[in-house]
């Protein structure tokens, strides 16, 4: 059971989202070993993102209670960009683990290479050493290696905040969320393999998003450990348009295509286009340099409509008008 | 903090409904609520406030439905402090509490905030009316909530994917990925010199099943129950293969009516004198839609989904019209029989309680093969017996020769 944690405060993703640089200076993650001090850094962009003011707010609530934050909604909504929007605006960086069906939630702390130990034990005193001329394999901790949310805690270890976005957790097998729930609570692990190490930090609560495609049910005790929201389509036109402005569409063209895109979501459509189809489409008739009594015929609808019975039902409605 | 007794602080009675409704809450959650309102958040407006609960205490699409329509039944006033909300209002003042006999007024006033917000010098005061008001049905206030409906099933979709994940047979097959220590050890030894690792693919679930499902008639009212379980079967059971389908009494119809001829002029007899010479039914079709419309003949739903997989039957067998039926029985006793020749284990799972199958076909059948309830226990049983655990019925029967 865990006990009651500090409200944390000091980050509020709904502020930082205000006012942001095209470009900033982030920790890297694409290093093996998270250091201490004198990490490495590198340029990240910004993410083009506008989430709705309730999704911010919520995120601020999952960040100051230290909870995963867990999104549902449908594909194409935005629920990954959220994780990397957030990471930026906090300037804090972010681990990504996409999950497979064959993922374990130990992959998500740490890996264990036995089979590569292995050979090198074999190869006795030719195989590979330390920089005390130590041969590796002596160590097991020398075949470990930490995942995205190790390092995460490694790194809140060090008094450093980090992002973590598990994605599409029902891909994992039905156990999967049930073998975090302790290291998601606790912010702490061990590696059995190697005696003594492991990492925790019960002060600093990396910030950890996952998305859910409502695939398989996840399990009760995992869902009240989480923030829930559930991702929708923007509700009204002005903000689907200012999402295409953000993403550099000009107004004429966005206009017309929030149009039609309500139009098609209205029909019974076996699937709803998504705003990444709707962006993607928009962008490719813009640089299409397209009019919008062109985008009124509906080209290149294959971008937005991705089931065989919806396109045909789309373009006989289209001749019929 | 408001003490949850005498005084009912509205979120607590929110809390104590969800509690109700099967929501997973506990005193951890309702402090999460509490320790949010601490920290600044959910009182700028009335949507904010609700954004909170639901975020905290809400795990599905459905049940931040839930979440929104009781609050609303709670909070019936929307205000919005919207002056300076960066600026979190000092929250060490606790909100009035509600009192059992608590009117919408007092509601309204709680909606409002911390007690502070209040105007100050508010007198209560009395006035006489005078009669009744006229009330005409277009001043009849539009209710401000919504009610809400789920459907809540007797198993759970997760409770019903735990007991169908039991099911395993679990066999090592594709690419060798995992460490085989055993046989590394084994083989260094036998050597007696350096070896490479011996490496083993990984354990994989290849259990079948097959699930015939009776529908329409007198399963009607369990339709949508059977199609939760089924989902969950196939969605979340990691088998490797499930197969589900259709029909309406029997799986198959028109077995060899002939035996029967002795029983005429008998009002309920018994099918045991004629058990062994029941032909076993092979021919006919089962439906792939729920709706019965896409036959699949029998043959090819034995070939691509039967054989060695586990056959579960979903059916009430005749026990919701409670009513004896030998013609009903011989179909399905000769379709059992036929099925036993390309099938290891067979289940048969009832939505009505074996209280309901007493004098029915349902209880005729449960003789011949095992038959469970459709409850939790029950689908616990089901799979024991489908992992080969013995479950001795009174008549087995014999399998027959599938012509197949």
């Known amino acids: 059971v865990a006990k009651v944690r500090d409200v944390d405060l000091s980050l509020s993703y709904a502020e930082a989202i205000k006012n942001l640089q095209p470009e900033r ?58 994780a990397h929007s957030a990471a930026y605006a906090l300037g804090i960086p972010l681990e990504v683990s996409y999950i497979k069906s064959t993922s374990r939630a130990q992959d998500l702390l740490y890996t264990y290479d036995a089979v590569r130990r292995l050979y090198d034990s074999q190869l006795g005193a030719e195989g590979p050493k330390d920089q005390n001329g130590q041969p590796l394999a002596r160590l097991a901790r020398n075949y470990i290696s930490l995942g995205p949310l190790g390092r995460a805690i490694a790194r809140a270890e060090y008094g450093r905040h980090s992002a973590v976005l598990i994605d599409e957790i029902d891909k994992a097998d039905l156990d999967f ?11 702490e692990f061990s590696v059995p393999e190697a005696p003594g190490m492991g990492h925790s930090s019960a002060a600093l609560r990396p910030f950890v998003v996952i998305t859910h495609n409502e695939e398989k049910p996840l399990p009760p005790a995992f869902l009240r450990r989480c923030i829930y929201y559930y991702v929708e389509f923007p509700k009204t036109r002005s903000e689907i348009e200012r999402i295409l402005r953000l993403h550099g569409v000009g107004s004429a063209l966005s206009k017309k295509s929030v149009e039609l895109i309500g139009e098609l979501r209205e029909k019974d459509l076996n699937k709803k286009p998504g705003l990444t189809e709707l962006i993607d489409w928009v962008r490719y008739e813009e640089a299409r340099e397209a009019t919008p009594e062109d985008l009124a015929k509906l080209p290149d609808i294959e971008a937005v409509l991705k089931d065989r019975a919806d396109i045909e039902r789309v373009r006989r409605d289209l001749a019929a008008t | 903090v408001t003490e949850p007794g005498e005084q009912h602080f509205f979120l607590w009675t929110l809390f104590q409904q969800l509690r109700r409704r099967g929501f997973a809450l506990g005193p951890e959650e309702y402090e999460a609520v509490q320790s949010a309102l601490r920290a600044g958040f959910g009182w700028s407006s009335h949507r904010e406030l609700q954004e909170v609960c639901s975020a905290l205490w809400a795990t599905s699409r459905e049940e931040r439905a839930v979440v929104a329509a009781l609050f609303d039944q709670h909070v019936t006033s929307n205000w919005r402090l919207d002056a300076g909300t960066s600026d979190a209002p000092v929250v060490e003042a606790e909100p009035a509490p509600l009192t059992a006999e608590g009117s919408t007024q007092e509601t309204d006033e709680l909606a409002l905030g911390p007690p502070e917000q209040e105007p100050e010098g508010l007198v209560p005061r009395t006035a006489s009316m005078g009669g009744l008001p006229p009330l005409t049905l277009s001043e009849l206030p539009v209710l401000p909530y919504q009610h809400v409906f789920l459907p809540q099933y007797p198993v759970s979709f997760r409770a019903a994917a735990q007991a169908w994940r039991r099911l395993r047979w679990p066999v090592r097959e594709g690419p060798a990925t995992e460490l085989d220590v055993d046989a590394t050890i084994q083989r260094r030894s036998d050597l007696g010199v350096v070896s490479p690792p011996v490496l083993r693919p990984r354990r994989r679930n290849r259990a079948k099943l097959l699930l015939l499902v009776d529908r329409q008639g007198s399963m009607t009212p369990f339709h949508s129950y059977v199609d939760e379980v089924c989902r969950a079967i196939s969605q979340a059971g990691r088998l490797r293969q499930v197969g589900v389908f259709y029909f309406h009494d029997t799986p198959l119809e028109g077995a060899d009516a002939s035996v029967l001829e002795q029983f005429e002029g008998q009002l309920f007899p018994s099918l045991d004198p004629v058990l062994d010479d029941v032909p076993p039914l092979t021919q006919g079709t089962l439906m792939s839609d ?86 939790r226990y029950g689908m616990y049983r089901a799979v024991n017996v489908l992992r080969g655990q013995p479950f001795p019925v009174e008549k087995p029967l014999t399998a027959g020769a599938w012509s197949g």
């Open chain 1, 25 to 82: 200076e982030i920790e890297d993650t694409r290093v093996d070993v998270v250091a201490e001090k004198d990490w490495p850094r590198r340029m990240v962009e910004r993410e083009v993102y506008r989430p709705s003011a309730e999704l911010a707010r919520v995120t601020d609530l999952a960040l100051a209670l230290g909870r995963p934050l867990l999104l549902q909604g449908e594909p194409g909504c935005g629920k990954t960009r959220l």
């Open chain 1, 177 to 187: 969320p049930n073998d975090l729930l302790w290291e998601l609570d606790r912010m």
């Open chain 2, 290 to 375: 729920a709706d019965l419309r896409t036959p699949w003949s029998a043959r090819d739903v034995v070939s691509e989904h039967g054989r060695g997989a586990a056959v579960v039957i979903l059916s009430d067998g005749g026990a919701a019209r409670g009513r004896y039926d030998l013609l009903r029985l011989l179909d399905t006793v000769a379709f059992l029989k036929a099925a036993k020749e390309w099938s290891y284990r067979l289940v048969w799972l009832n939505p009505l309680p074996p209280t309901a199958w007493t004098g029915t076909t349902a209880a005729e059948i449960a003789r011949h093969m095992p038959m469970f309830p459709m409850d």
